[in-house]
């Protein structure tokens, strides 16, 4: 494998930086450069344009995408070749939501026809639970549903179905638990009542350590109001590939639904993981995210670079973040049912690509996974995005807006436009002395306070941004919105020569965490960490200060 930095077009792209002039003689220069720099793709519109970027610029990352094999690796993903190399395992979320039918294999098994039985599985429980047929152990119907998991079995159907909203059934209210702090599960079960709920735990293993512990909980309040050990099964549902510690807990076998490890938890919301997402829009609408999802997947996999969506947004980010030092990206939602998108995508991308070591085991010597963030429109406006137009860091911004709202009540929806495309705008041209001056003109001010105060109000511009259009957000558009992001962290790894797939830098904080919840439970002092671990830990078993 050759090393990333020696790579031809790196080295170019490192000199071509300097040749970049002001995004605002760029536009100056090229009156065309918004149809030149946009592109349309599974129900999307990505306008690029606003970028520090020539077609010399895009030239050299798509070289760079080409000298990286990128297309080689592409390949190998969709053929379910065992691209986690670190585990062994195949990356097939991509599967999950293939309706061709055509085989798909793993181990020289064809995993299909296990999707189709478990999307018709799903189909027949949410039927008997929203019909009335499934019932608790006093013989009422379900009203709620707790969704109990961690990480991706937790993040990816809640900021889903909060996304789609509109689209609920109102058959059932879902409740999303993940922390494992006391509050979190307590807030939850004080307004649901024991003899109308029921719990979906989502874990691998049934082991991991806050879902299981919150499970439990569930458990002991199910009990505690009046149910037998034998009710548990009415009232509790596992996504787990452990079926024996599932059934020993009293879920019944025909209440289980599989987890693969060809799917990773931050993609798994495809899977049954997504059963809370489908109980509150129903199987039709779970069916149409799939589909838009497939629809960015049949792009990425046969666009050619200069018109692959992912490609772009993927090779732009790491130009910022490679060769301008940027450490971060901004996700800004101008809707409020995406609010909760930018901590998806956050989890997606840092998940995968926070990494420092090469496939081939090399520390890598350039920058890799950018910190995500971000908030919905309007209200960062009159908070951190003082920092994206004036701060001394660069910072490069998604901007992301369905042209039509679900609720348009007199002029919100315009004036959330306006705010839009004109925060774009002034990320772009920014605002120069000359021009804080003259608006000044006409102030009472005197000339040394004018002086002084347009320069306070001087904003560099030059600030890069993607803009990301829908006509309405629908299931259909929000699968394939999500399946763009995944492929663009993909994209990134491939060329950072990562392993996008695996994470141990969770795995040491769950052992080491185990390790001080024995030293926490014990009676003894702790004495054998450093000074910091075993002061935190003593002062805790004391209780007080």
Same mark, same amino acid.
């Given at each position: 494998?050759?090393?990333?930095?020696?790579?031809?077009?790196?080295?170019?792209?490192?000199?071509?930086?300097?040749?970049?002039?002001?995004?605002?003689?760029?536009?100056?220069?090229?009156?065309?450069?918004?149809?030149?720099?946009?592109?349309?793709?599974?129900?999307?519109?990505?306008?690029?344009?606003?970028?520090?970027?020539?077609?010399?610029?895009?030239?050299?990352?798509?070289?760079?995408?080409?000298?990286?094999?990128?297309?080689?690796?592409?390949?190998?993903?969709?053929?379910?070749?065992?691209?986690?190399?670190?585990?062994?395992?195949?990356?097939?979320?991509?599967?999950?939501?293939?309706?061709?039918?055509?085989?798909?294999?793993?181990?020289?098994?064809?995993?299909?026809?296990?999707?189709?039985?478990?999307?018709?599985?799903?189909?027949?429980?949410?039927?008997?639970?929203?019909?009335?047929?499934?019932?608790?152990?006093?013989?009422?119907?379900?009203?709620?549903?707790?969704?109990?998991?961690?990480?991706?079995?937790?993040?990816?159907?809640?900021?889903?179905?909060?996304?789609?909203?509109?689209?609920?059934?109102?058959?059932?209210?879902?409740?999303?638990?993940?922390?494992?702090?006391?509050?979190?599960?307590?807030?939850?079960?004080?307004?649901?009542?024991?003899?109308?709920?029921?719990?979906?735990?989502?874990?691998?293993?049934?082991?991991?350590?806050?879902?299981?512990?919150?499970?439990?909980?569930?458990?002991?309040?199910?009990?505690?109001?009046?149910?037998?050990?034998?009710?548990?099964?009415?009232?509790?549902?596992?996504?787990?590939?452990?079926?024996?510690?599932?059934?020993?807990?009293?879920?019944?076998?025909?209440?289980?639904?599989?987890?693969?490890?060809?799917?990773?938890?931050?993609?798994?919301?495809?899977?049954?993981?997504?059963?809370?997402?489908?109980?509150?829009?129903?199987?039709?609408?779970?069916?149409?995210?799939?589909?838009?999802?497939?629809?960015?997947?049949?792009?990425?996999?046969?666009?050619?670079?200069?018109?692959?969506?992912?490609?772009?947004?993927?090779?732009?980010?790491?130009?910022?973040?490679?060769?301008?030092?940027?450490?971060?990206?901004?996700?800004?939602?101008?809707?409020?049912?995406?609010?909760?998108?930018?901590?998806?995508?956050?989890?997606?991308?840092?998940?995968?690509?926070?990494?420092?070591?090469?496939?081939?085991?090399?520390?890598?010597?350039?920058?890799?996974?950018?910190?995500?963030?971000?908030?919905?429109?309007?209200?960062?406006?009159?908070?951190?995005?003082?920092?994206?137009?004036?701060?001394?860091?660069?910072?490069?911004?998604?901007?992301?807006?369905?042209?039509?709202?679900?609720?348009?009540?007199?002029?919100?929806?315009?004036?959330?436009?306006?705010?839009?495309?004109?925060?774009?705008?002034?990320?772009?041209?920014?605002?120069?002395?000359?021009?804080?001056?003259?608006?000044?003109?006409?102030?009472?001010?005197?000339?040394?306070?004018?002086?002084?105060?347009?320069?306070?109000?001087?904003?560099?511009?030059? !600030? =890069? +941004?993607? /803009? $990301?259009?829908?006509?309405?957000?629908?299931?259909?558009? &929000?699968?394939?919105?999500?399946? %763009?992001?995944?492929?663009?962290?993909?994209?990134?790894?491939?060329?950072?020569?990562?392993?996008?797939?695996?994470?141990?830098?969770?795995?040491?904080?769950?052992?080491?965490?185990?390790?001080?919840?024995?030293?926490?439970?014990?009676? !003894? =002092? +702790?004495? /054998? $960490?450093?000074?910091?671990?075993?002061?935190?830990?003593? &002062?805790?078993?004391?209780?007080? %200060?």
């Amino acid at each position: 494998m050759t090393k990333l930095t020696q790579l031809p077009s790196w080295l170019a792209l490192t000199d071509h930086v300097q040749e970049i002039p002001h995004m605002r003689d760029l536009f100056a220069q090229d009156s065309q450069r918004f149809d030149n720099m946009s592109l349309s793709a599974a129900g999307l519109f990505l306008d690029y344009s606003k970028n520090r970027a020539t077609d010399k610029t895009l030239s050299l990352l798509f070289q760079l995408a080409k000298e990286s094999n990128l297309s080689t690796h592409i390949a190998a993903m969709f053929k379910g070749d065992k691209i986690n190399t670190t585990e062994q395992r195949a990356v097939l979320h991509t599967a999950l939501r293939d309706n061709s039918g055509k085989a798909t294999l793993v181990d020289d098994i064809n995993i299909a026809p296990e999707i189709q039985t478990t999307l018709d599985k799903m189909a027949q429980f949410i039927d008997a639970v929203t019909s009335g047929r499934w019932q608790g152990y006093t013989g009422k119907k379900m009203t709620d549903v707790v969704s109990i998991g961690i990480g991706g079995s937790f993040l990816g159907p809640k900021v889903v179905s909060q996304a789609l909203r509109p689209y609920w059934s109102g058959h059932v209210n879902c409740h999303f638990v993940a922390n494992v702090d006391g509050t979190s599960i307590s807030e939850k079960l004080k307004g649901l009542n024991p003899e109308t709920t029921l719990f979906l735990m989502s874990s691998k293993s049934f082991g991991t350590q806050e879902t299981l512990t919150n499970t439990l909980t569930a458990k002991a309040w199910l009990l505690e109001h009046g149910a037998k050990q034998q009710d548990v099964a009415h009232h509790f549902v596992a996504i787990t590939s452990n079926v024996a510690k599932a059934t020993e807990f009293g879920i019944d076998p025909k209440n289980i639904f599989p987890m693969w490890d060809w799917v990773g938890g931050r993609y798994s919301l495809w899977s049954a993981i997504g059963l809370p997402i489908a109980m509150l829009i129903g199987m039709d609408n779970f069916k149409a995210l799939l589909a838009g999802a497939n629809k960015m997947d049949k792009h990425f996999a046969s666009a050619p670079f200069e018109e692959n969506m992912p490609v772009i947004m993927a090779m732009l980010s790491l130009w910022y973040t490679n060769f301008y030092g940027a450490q971060s990206n901004v996700v800004l939602t101008y809707d409020h049912y995406l609010r909760g998108l930018p901590a998806y995508f956050q989890q997606l991308d840092m998940e995968s690509n926070g990494k420092t070591t090469t496939l081939n085991g090399a520390s890598v010597d350039y920058s890799t996974g950018p910190v995500i963030w971000g908030g919905e429109g309007t209200n960062g406006q009159h908070a951190y995005h003082q920092l994206l137009h004036q701060g001394t860091g660069l910072i490069p911004a998604d901007f992301i807006m369905p042209l039509q709202s679900h609720n348009p009540i007199g002029e919100h929806h315009i004036q959330l436009a306006s705010n839009c495309f004109g925060q774009t705008q002034a990320l772009m041209q920014g605002r120069t002395y000359e021009e804080s001056l003259s608006e000044l003109s006409s102030s009472s001010l005197n000339e040394q306070d004018k002086a002084l105060i347009a320069k306070h109000k001087v904003m560099p511009g030059n !600030k =890069p +941004s993607n /803009t $990301l259009l829908m006509d309405k957000l629908t299931p259909d558009t &929000l699968g394939a919105l999500i399946a %763009l992001y995944e492929h663009r962290t993909f994209v990134q790894g491939v060329i950072w020569q990562l392993n996008s797939f695996d994470q141990w830098g969770v795995e040491l904080g769950k052992i080491l965490g185990n390790d001080v919840l024995e030293r926490l439970e014990s009676s !003894k =002092p +702790s004495q /054998t $960490l450093d000074a910091s671990s075993n002061g935190l830990i003593n &002062l805790f078993r004391q209780g007080t %200060l």
